[in-house]
């Protein structure tokens, strides 16, 4: 085939023989915004619009069967994605249905890529363009044969308006979840048509559109949270009020200058629009900020105004002292005037407040890198702030006389290109100077140095526009200097013109002076590494423990007999020689501070260099003086006399001990800001010039860290800590350390040395200093180190106490958890359930009741039904991530029926609760001898024993009700129960039952049970002769007497001529009768939960200390439990709590794991095959769940998709993290039901939260998504999408399962523009949409986000696509529980806890360390992580020690930064908060040493880890063998079986059970497990009956091993 590309501008590009000028319409250019900028002067051509009268002309192609396949709408050129993607998408949607229509979106495509790049030089533009003429070519006949109208134009207006016929006709009615979805995909393809039609009918050079629809351009605007378009205005989330509310407040643009400017280009316009057009953002940008905006405003108008039915000023006040409290303090700091002026009028005051917020907004919006700098944010918002006052206010510039316009107000993105630009420039090129990190830190400056540049006064000397050759632009890190320099003219020599400047100066004359570029560089640090850091970061410790230790050895020399003589003078001027020392010290600590700010000495501040000239002088003129003064004054005292009977006797001093006074004022003061922390807060925040010095002398005077000071309680808790702890160090040191060397240390230096053995070494020494340093050395190191010990033990004793007054681990086992259950709904419902709503009478009721009274009061209304509905769906949870079976689901769920709003509350509880123990009620009652009262109060001893007994009386009794229909068999039936009841009145049961008999009884009962489980009409013979059993058994033998019913039933039959001997067998006829029993039982699911619930009851014989029996649901259950019995915030209405965003970075870690790494065997082992062996128990719920039988290997019938998340969920991966977040929304969802619904209708419709066609569940999702909002900044997803990565599907398949997951990820195209960089970088927020990823939000970048600092670039990227007033940042190989997504309200409650001075912004959560069990290096790391962020987290609360470690962990927004970095793991989790060590399900698979996933699949930055030595969790060797052969043990586990007798050990079934690392460790042999020793025998039995189910199967097992292991050396 031959291809013909037009030199000249074209809008298609077709196969020649297919091009005929008579099917060719010579139409205008299209006048849009996308095409402008691609195409030329010349006309453009069609030729994709025909009619039937025209020819039509066969091509090459045509011979080839039609393609009915759809094109490949994904993979595509990434310059042509963002304009031609949503044609070719439709396409293939409707092409089954509507072929020429599907043709015609493909030739748009075609043609707005072909003007976009006509020369074909982007990456793959070719190929793409000619796969898709040849679809075009192979569709055009086939397509056009099947078209329903005369012409393309009038095909396109059909189907045009059968979409939005639909769209009219649905939009209007009730919005459900799945209503909402169709009109999705109706207006997504209504909305690509039309545009379609619109080109096609201007094409064709006519009218064609009936109606002139301008107001209906765009059917689908691709929306975020909130639908602002007119299509949305139906939807449940518009239809809440503060959305309303905060919506007009955005719109309201009456008033604003050069109104009707704008509003001639754009008719609809808000705050945002108007201030677009005055700054020239992007429209990206603005779009994001608009939706940011407005919930933020309906968020807090929640809180603030709840009967308003406008905006309450109190919301937007909230707004801005969060927006700009950072603004206000860095103009307080640089003494410059805010320039946040607001009108006097309150209606114009809401309007300026909202504008200037805005503009801060898409400030930040836009920053990209500039983010990590806050104050040059505030320098920006500064200037734009005045130019956007001086516009409200009508100012006229001087300069121009015209009204006051934005500088940068005038060009497209002017604001990116001529702000953000130049000072990412900046950025970038600093940054490419670090080179990797090998080149000196003092050469380049990072985003800290550039930031602090705006923490002076200088940087407004930038000005505003801002001065491009302004030192701060500038980067060369050489030395510069003022020059003197004069224009030399063409015709002298440079010679001639330096003797013409000298002449200049000595005459007098003004030489002009040419300041070059000066690079600013460091300002406050400079990092320098150096075993000198150490002393230098800790000289305060260091000082303290030198001058101790020097102090005990002076008072231990005096040999004290009394702490009183510690005040003579001799001693006292000898102890205070240690100032002496203190001043060496501090000169040390000068000289080292020059030292390492030496390679910064020509960048920093000149006040610096003189603060650290007079530190240096200082700390040398002391070190002079005070050894001057002891040497010459020493032992030279003035004395005064004390009175009388004092116990000081003469107070005695010298000069020395005077200058001593004079050398602790520094540090007297020093101790006295830091006792009275009111006054250290009030000097650092003070810009009055005498707390400037001050502070200038204490400290450099930053922006960051002023008056940080704790309060005074914390301070004094603090201090009791240290005093305490040092005190205890000291005493012990000095006691059992320092004073028994003394006499041994004198005795040895009067003991003469003559001559040395080694005279090699110390030929001429004569002294025994040797042996003293000896002697020394070990208690000198001992002295140093033990004080880390004494912290740790004042650290669990004093985290001990707390935890015992604030119950953290009060429940650690499963008994204490059995007797805490019962009261857990009243916890449940004070933590997690909001206050009900507060009116007088109610006030006066809670302060006059007790809170006892308060909780029984809220037990009668019904308290337990939402703490089970809630219970429940933890524990179905539970059962969907297979920590459970079916039937622990079922033995641990709470039935929920109408009783549990029944003011006697007969609650009844799980039945892992009440397990045996009917049985054991029937034993006692079987073997009881007494009294009727003696049994019941045994019984009742135990409260759950009572609880079952009864439960089981009254779930007999009516399933009989139910089962037994017939007339007479009613009442035989409860007559005899009649009897029993009449027995139980009277309290003689005892003796008129025989008590022995009710075991057969009870098995009777279960048959009959088990029988109307099953419900098999087949059975139905079975269910009557077990009825006649059962009363047989009654009536004959449990009555002593016998029953008077049966006595009854005898009289009618003989009155009716019938055979009744009494004791013969019941009628055959009795229960035989067509219509005696109702079986099987009716098709109910309150009943039959019912039924299986009292077969549960009576059958299972467990205790419940092993329900569940998965370790890991036992510890989630036990803590959940623990915490609602600690002290938290109590929760909000889900309405009123603060919302909040979750961000996980994603690089290219593993989003799933393929079919292909489950399967592949590395070492003998395939990840499938271990996952199976780790996770035994979670495996064969697995297989539960997908109805398999096969638990030996990987089944066939096993779903391999359901097979990959299983997989996936136990491994670090997105995809477990995704659904952990997720558990966020669930859990809001659930308890904004429980909030909007009453206790009745929870029981009717509780299901409805989970059914897509619902609609209080779309009511419900709308609530929750102005809530909860999570993005994942999954940078490379466009680079993966573009090169076919498998991971990008994955991607794709979360997005589909999650709809309210978002995706961030970063475009790099090329650009063609000819002055423009060669690249582009854009920022792009996605998220599902009919099945596909869509484009929400496109904000152009000034160049890569990521230069340098890695994962807090990739979040930084996508932190602005977070809604919310909190942020939390977790990795992405995190886990969530969806009983702690629960506690969540609490968690942000933090934020706002009024008692508090400052409210905290940041919670840091320790990171829990999953891999601290068998895998080398991560027990230490696990050990740190408990001791700092588990105890020490306790006592950082209280004693508030300065030693901690702190994780970021959740923010809220809106405060000082938005740009933060987070660094570390950034590890949150809820459970930390509430002092509580949690446990995250990740366990690692390591082989090799490595991570299943490749090193590919690692965070960037993160280290490789090493290779474990002999550890068998690690080592692939020994892997591979004991799985191999415990496999092959599996297949002769039969012949095992039938050697030892059928018997089966322990719990393990007929199924061995892989041993986890630490086990093989243990009862491995040393020479195999490469560690010395191993344990016990008979831990090595314990073991071994655990895992091997046979005996004798454990010692062939490592007689295998053994053999192996020989077989390999030799």
Known sequence: MIYIYFSAPCSLTLPLHTLKMSEIIAVDPINDDRNQASTSTSTSRRGYTRDDSRPFTRSLTMGRDHVTEPFDSEKLPVTLVSEIQRFLRVANLIEVDEPRVAYLCRFHAFEVAHNLDRNSSGRGVRQFKTSLLQRLEQDEEVTIRKRKEKSDLRELWRVYRQYKDYIIKHGAG???????????????????????????????GTQALAENDHSRSEFYVPYNILPLDQGGARQPIRQLPEIKYAIAAVRNVHGLPFLDEFQRRMPDMDMLDWLQFCFSFQNGN??????????????????HSHKQAKLGEGAVDELMKKFFKNYTEWCKFLNRKSNIRLPYLKQQAQQYKLLYVALYCLIWGEAANLRFMPECLCYLFHHMASELHGMLSGAVSIETGELVKPVYGEGHESFLRHVVSPIYTVIWEEAMKNRNGTTDHSTWRNYDDLNEFFWSSDCFEIGWPMHLDHDFFYTNPSNSRKKKKKLRTPDKTPEEERINIDEDEEMGEPVEEVKEPQWLGKTNFVEIRSFWQIFRSFDRMWSFLILSLQAMIIVASHDLESPIQFFEASVLEDVMSIFITSAVLKFIHAILDVVFTWKARCTMDHNRHRKDLLKILGAMIWTIILPIYYSTSRRKYKCYSAQEGSWLGDWCYSSYMIAVAFYLITNGVNMVLFLVPAVGRYIETSNTRICTVFSWLAQPRLYIGRGMQESQVSVLKYTFFWVLLLLSKFTFSYIFEIKPLIQPTRQIMRIGVKNYDWHELFPKVKSNAGAIAAIWSPIILVYFMDIQIWYSVYCSAFGGVFGILHHLGEIRTQGMLRSKF????????DWLLPPPAKDNKDGIRMWLCQPGFLKGLE???????????????????????????NREMDLMKIPLSSELLNENNNVRWPVFLLANKFSTALSIARDFVGTYNSLLKKIKRDKYMHMVVVECY??????????????????????????????????????????????????????????????????????????????????????????????????????????????????????????????????????????????????????????????????????????LFMNMPRAPKVRNMLSFSVLTPYFMEQVKFSSRELHSSKEGVSIGFYMQKIFPDEWENFLERMGSENEDDMSEDVNEEELRDWASFRGQTLSRTVRGMMYYRKALKLQAFLEMSEHEDILQSYEAIDRANDTLSAQLDALVDVKFSHVVSCQMFGAQKASGDP?????????????????????????????????????????????????????????????????????????IFTRGEALQAIDMNQDNYLEEALKMRNLLQEFLRPQRRSPPTIIGMREHIFTGSGISGEPGDAGEMTDDAGVGARIAEDARPKIRRLQPGIRPEGRDNWGLRFTGDDIFSLEELLEQVERYDDTPIHTEGKSIQSDEGRSRGAPKKKKGKGVVGESPRIVSMWAKITADL??????????????????????????????????????????????????????????????????????????????GAK
């Open 286 to 303: 603005v779009a994001n900020q608009r939706e940011h905006l407005i919930l933020l405003l309906a968020n807090a108008h929640v809180r």
């Open 954 to 1123: 009254d779930s007999l009794k009516e399933i009989l009700d139910i089962l037994v229909v017939g007339d007479m068999e009613r009442r035989v039936v409860f007559g005899v129960i009649d009897e029993i009841e009449e027995s139980i009145g009277k309290r003689s049961l005892l003796e008129d039952l025989r008590m022995s008999e009710l075991p057969t009884l009870l098995a009777l009962c279960t048959k009959l049970i088990k029988l109307l489980v099953e419900g098999e009409e087949d059975h139905r013979y079975r269910v009557v002769k077990t009825l006649q059993d059962i009363l047989e058994l009654v009536t004959n033998d449990l009555f002593i007497n016998g029953s008077r019913t049966m006595e009854l039933f005898e009289q009618e039959q003989q009155q009716e001529g019938v055979r009744t001997e009494f004791f013969d067998p019941p009628d055959p006829e009795l229960f035989a009768s067509l219509h005696a029993i109702h079986f099987p039982l009716p098709d109910s699911g309150p009943l039959m939960a019912k039924v299986k619930r009292f077969r549960l009851l009576l059958t299972v014989k467990d205790t419940a200390m092993y329900i569940p029996s998965n370790l890991e649901a036992r510890r989630r259950i036990s803590f959940f439990v623990t915490s």
């Open 1287 to 1359: 991971q990008a599907q994955d991607i794709l398949e979360l997005l589909i399962r999650h709809p309210s997951l978002r995706v961030a990820y970063v475009e790099e195209k090329e650009n063609f523009e000819v002055d423009g960089p060669p690249k582009v970088y854009s920022s792009i927020l996605v998220k599902a949409v009919n099945g596909f990823d869509q484009e929400i939000y496109r904000i152009k970048l000034p160049g890569s986000p990521n230069i340098g600092e890695g994962k807090p670039e990739n979040q930084n990227h996508a932190i």
């Open 1530 to 1607: 599996q297949e002769e586990l039969p012949a095992w079986e039938d050697t030892s007798g059928g018997r089966s050990a322990g719990r393990g079934g007929r199924r061995i059970r892989i041993l986890q690392s630490s086990d093989l460790r243990a009862c491995t042999p040393p020479s195999l497990a490469g560690r010395p020793g191993g344990q016990t025998d008979e831990d090595c039995r314990r073991i071994a009956e655990r895992a091997f189910p046979v005996p004798g199967l454990y010692k062939e097992f490592t007689w295998r091993i053994q053999k192996l292991k020989t077989e």
């Open 822 to 829: 019962d009261n857990l709904h009243l916890a449940f419902n």
């Open 174 to 204: 009730e919005y459900t979840l799945e209503i909402r979805e169709k009109l999705q995909k109706a207006r997504a393809i209504a909305s690509v048509l039309f545009e379609v039609l619109s080109t096609v009918t201007s094409a064709a």
């Open 859 to 885: 037990k009668k209304k019904g308290g337990v039904l939402k703490f089970a509905l809630v219970w429940n769906q933890i524990i179905s949870s539970f059962r969907e991530e297979d920590l459970i079976s």
